[in-house]
């Protein structure tokens, strides 16, 4: 009975992205995207991603993470490091953007558990401040970073190129504030969608499993948790480093959507977490199809509404108000929930009229 | 060979002796009574059972194996489960998730296998949903097995947590306070449950309960605490009509 409920809901999940995806298609087939549009594809699926796997920590796992755009940065340079190394030996472009999917992902994973081991043992505020901190430090990191590439290998320096010594061959790879250049633009919206749809099929089957179920009863309590034997630093970092690699794939997309990949405040920076906590907040905690489409609205809106120009901000701070009580306030549940009653007794009495 | 052997356990906190030289002996299948006024250190002594502290000095056995200083993961591994004094539920998971995170560590597939949905996802999960409906249906919940945890009554949740300690098969349970907050029905309700899961489980159950008639009525023995350290201990009847257990629940 419970088990056929979560399966139609996630369905649902699945459906409104394939369908979306569907729309788009038609839509664009036929000549209705604006150019505008067509370049906000690829951001949208990002942000869906990040969204997605940022509400794994703060919603399912309970913890709440600043950093989530650090962990997407070290994706987008693994990734594209990736693709840039291989360009010789790799020649098709999507299976190495293939690969940079899985490096990238693995790489920003691995970041998760590293993080995660000293960062987990702190709660509340204090885990968001350290996490913030270090989505700013990898961001300078990268920053500050030279890698070359000739005959006798990698060298590296934090001072500029000439100091790493290369032979007149060599290749410099990250060049510091430049970041990487020329990297393939393989990204595509279909692409997009599908890596959506493989964090979902993750993040939802992780939840309605065995380890989900753990970790969530250490979000709801800990005390009660660990007097039932489940391994609380375990399932907390996995859940940690689970949500970080998938946020490494949203890098790598983002890595693959644009020609050069520099680590600007704009991108990998505070703002950047920050936004995309409101799109999980907004969403509702630990509602996965919430963030789905918070994420889609709050990405599209300000592009859509910008022939309104000056009402535009306006606008947009009212409909993230709107969300906030329509998500939130428990007499907007309340409604909504009678709302639901009625459209159901309405379809019965439908069918048995029929 | 008894299922509890604690011998000369203490800890303290600061200057603040919380307990001192605590032994007691619990049989299998024993219902044994921890009682004594407020402060005197009978959650401290659960505490130091399920290693959420370690004691400063003495050892625990359970049934024969030394659990003295393990951590509170590795006790329930080892057989003891708890319920809290302020109810500690799941509350955001529903009823029967609750106790399927009890069989957490005796249903087991890997993460992988989870999230991909292999074939002993759905051989071990069916399982599990068996054995936690079979719990269930014992306390009575099974009608409510989709409810949200937070939205079961007062009396129901007790009984849950009471499941959810079960589904880790222990083979001593501690109940920490069950009956606070019950009305004289459910306390002889619980009663009831407490003597049958006794039973059906051949449990061995120690609690901590100021109800008087509950304690009278369903254990065998009991301990008196004071101030950290044991009053007396023996058969409830005689525990009850000591002079010295009276005057320190009533004063002179």
């Given at each position: 009975?419970?088990?056929?409920?979560?399966?139609?809901?996630?369905?649902?999940?699945?459906?409104?992205?394939?369908?979306?995806?569907?729309?788009?298609?038609?839509?664009?087939?036929?000549?209705?995207?604006?150019?505008?549009?067509?370049?906000?594809?690829?951001?949208?699926?990002?942000?869906?991603?990040?969204?997605?796997?940022?509400?794994?920590?703060?919603?399912?796992?309970?913890?709440?993470?600043?950093?989530?755009?650090?962990?997407?940065?070290?994706?987008?340079?693994?990734?594209?490091?990736?693709?840039?190394?291989?360009?010789?030996?790799?020649?098709?472009?999507?299976?190495?953007?293939?690969?940079?999917?899985?490096?990238?992902?693995?790489?920003?994973?691995?970041?998760?558990?590293?993080?995660?081991?000293?960062?987990?043992?702190?709660?509340?505020?204090?885990?968001?401040?350290?996490?913030?901190?270090?989505?700013?430090?990898?961001?300078?990191?990268?920053?500050?970073?030279?890698?070359?590439?000739?005959?006798?290998?990698?060298?590296?320096?934090?001072?500029?190129?000439?100091?790493?010594?290369?032979?007149?061959?060599?290749?410099?790879?990250?060049?510091?504030?430049?970041?990487?250049?020329?990297?393939?633009?393989?990204?595509?919206?279909?692409?997009?969608?599908?890596?959506?749809?493989?964090?979902?099929?993750?993040?939802?089957?992780?939840?309605?499993?065995?380890?989900?179920r753990?970790?969530?009863s250490?979000?709801d309590n800990?005390?009660a948790a660990?007097s039932i034997g489940i391994?609380?630093?375990?399932?907390?970092?996995?859940?940690?480093?689970?949500?970080?690699?998938?946020?490494?794939?949203?890098?790598?997309?983002?890595?693959?959507?644009?020609?050069?990949?520099?680590?600007?405040?704009?991108?990998?920076?505070?703002?950047?977490?920050?936004?995309?906590?409101?799109?999980?907040?907004?969403?509702?905690?630990?509602?996965?199809?919430?963030?789905?489409?918070?994420?889609?609205?709050?990405?599209?809106?300000?592009?859509?509404?910008?022939?309104?120009?000056?009402?535009?901000?306006?606008?947009?701070?009212?409909?993230?108000?709107?969300?906030?009580?329509?998500?939130?306030?428990?007499?907007?549940?309340?409604?909504?929930?009678?709302?639901?009653?009625?459209?159901?007794?309405?379809?019965?009495?439908?069918?048995?009229?029929? | 060979?008894?299922?509890?052997?604690?011998?000369?356990?203490?800890?303290?906190?600061?200057?603040?002796?919380?307990?001192?030289?605590?032994?007691?002996?619990?049989?299998?299948?024993?219902?044994?009574?921890?009682?004594?006024?407020?402060?005197?250190?009978?959650?401290?002594?659960?505490?130091?059972?399920?290693?959420?502290?370690?004691?400063?000095?003495?050892?625990?056995?359970?049934?024969?194996?030394?659990?003295?200083?393990?951590?509170?993961?590795?006790?329930n591994?080892?057989?003891?489960a708890r319920t809290f004094?302020?109810i500690r539920l799941f509350?955001?998971l529903s009823v029967l998730d609750n106790v399927k995170a009890g069989l957490h560590?005796?249903?087991?597939?890997?993460?992988?296998?989870?999230?991909?949905?292999?074939?002993?996802?759905?051989?071990?999960?069916?399982?599990?949903?068996?054995?936690a409906?079979?719990l269930l249906?014992v306390f009575?919940l099974?009608?409510?097995?989709?409810?949200?945890a937070?939205?079961l009554?007062?009396?129901?949740q007790r009984k849950l947590e009471i499941a959810r300690a079960l589904a880790t098969e222990p083979?001593?349970l501690?109940?920490?306070?069950?009956?606070?907050?019950?009305?004289?029905?459910?306390?002889?309700?619980?009663?009831?449950?407490?003597?049958?899961?006794?039973?059906?489980?051949?449990?061995?159950?120690?609690?901590?309960?100021?109800?008087?008639?509950?304690?009278?009525?369903?254990?065998?023995?009991?301990?008196?605490?004071?101030?950290?350290?044991?009053?007396?201990?023996?058969?409830?009847?005689?525990?009850?009509?000591?002079?010295?257990?009276?005057?320190?629940?009533?004063?002179?």
């Amino acid at each position: 009975m419970k088990k056929n409920k979560v399966l139609v809901q996630n369905s649902i999940t699945y459906a409104i992205v394939i369908a979306c995806w569907i729309l788009m298609q038609l839509l664009s087939a036929t000549g209705h995207v604006s150019s505008l549009m067509k370049g906000l594809m690829v951001p949208l699926c990002i942000y869906v991603i990040l969204a997605v796997s940022l509400n794994l920590t703060v919603g399912i796992l309970g913890e709440l993470s600043l950093g989530h755009a650090g962990f997407m940065c070290v994706g987008a340079f693994a990734g594209a490091f990736f693709t840039k190394c291989m360009e010789g030996v790799i020649p098709s472009v999507g299976l190495r953007f293939f690969f940079a999917l899985l490096i990238g992902a693995a790489v920003a994973g691995l970041f998760g558990i590293l993080i995660g081991i000293p960062v987990l043992r702190l709660k509340g505020d204090y885990l968001a401040i350290v996490t913030l901190a270090f989505g700013e430090i990898i961001k300078n990191l990268i920053n500050v970073m030279y890698v070359g590439l000739d005959s006798n290998g990698f060298h590296f320096s934090i001072k500029d190129t000439t100091s790493l010594g290369m032979e007149d061959a060599g290749v410099v790879i990250i060049k510091g504030a430049q970041g990487i250049t020329g990297t393939p633009k393989a990204a595509t919206f279909t692409i997009g969608i599908i890596l959506v749809l493989i964090t979902l099929f993750i993040v939802l089957n992780l939840i309605n499993s065995r380890a989900g179920r753990a970790i969530m009863s250490i979000r709801d309590n800990r005390i009660a948790a660990e007097s039932i034997g489940i391994n609380i630093t375990k399932y907390k970092l996995m859940a940690f480093s689970i949500s970080a690699a998938l946020a490494g794939v949203a890098g790598v997309l983002y890595a693959h959507n644009l020609s050069s990949l520099a680590a600007t405040p704009k991108n990998f920076g505070y703002n950047m977490s920050i936004m995309i906590l409101v799109f999980v907040v907004l969403g509702g905690l630990g509602n996965i199809r919430g963030s789905i489409i918070a994420a889609v609205i709050l990405t599209a809106l300000p592009e859509m509404l910008r022939g309104l120009n000056n009402y535009r901000m306006l606008i947009y701070a009212i409909v993230l108000i709107v969300m906030m009580i329509f998500n939130s306030s428990p007499k907007a549940i309340e409604m909504r929930s009678v709302f639901m009653e009625r459209f159901k007794k309405h379809k019965t009495t439908a069918k048995e009229a029929a | 060979m008894a299922m509890l052997e604690v011998t000369n356990i203490g800890i303290s906190f600061g200057g603040l002796k919380a307990v001192d030289d605590f032994s007691v002996s619990i049989e299998k299948g024993q219902l044994y009574g921890l009682i004594g006024p407020n402060g005197a250190g009978k959650t401290t002594v659960f505490n130091l059972l399920t290693g959420v502290y370690k004691p400063d000095t003495g050892t625990i056995l359970l049934d024969g194996s030394n659990i003295t200083g393990k951590r509170t993961i590795e006790i329930n591994q080892e057989g003891i489960a708890r319920t809290f004094q302020n109810i500690r539920l799941f509350k955001d998971l529903s009823v029967l998730d609750n106790v399927k995170a009890g069989l957490h560590n005796h249903y087991k597939y890997s993460t992988m296998e989870g999230i991909l949905r292999l074939p002993r996802y759905h051989k071990v999960e069916k399982a599990m949903n068996e054995r936690a409906m079979e719990l269930l249906k014992v306390f009575d919940l099974d009608q409510e097995a989709d409810y949200k945890a937070s939205n079961l009554p007062y009396g129901k949740q007790r009984k849950l947590e009471i499941a959810r300690a079960l589904a880790t098969e222990p083979k001593l349970l501690l109940l920490d306070e069950p009956a606070a907050g019950m009305n004289p029905n459910e306390t002889a309700e619980l009663m009831e449950t407490i003597r049958f899961v006794r039973d059906k489980f051949e449990m061995t159950i120690l609690l901590i309960e100021h109800d008087m008639k509950l304690v009278s009525g369903i254990c065998e023995k009991l301990t008196v605490l004071n101030f950290g350290q044991v009053l007396t201990q023996g058969d409830t009847s005689t525990v009850l009509n000591d002079k010295r257990v009276i005057t320190a629940y009533l004063g002179e």
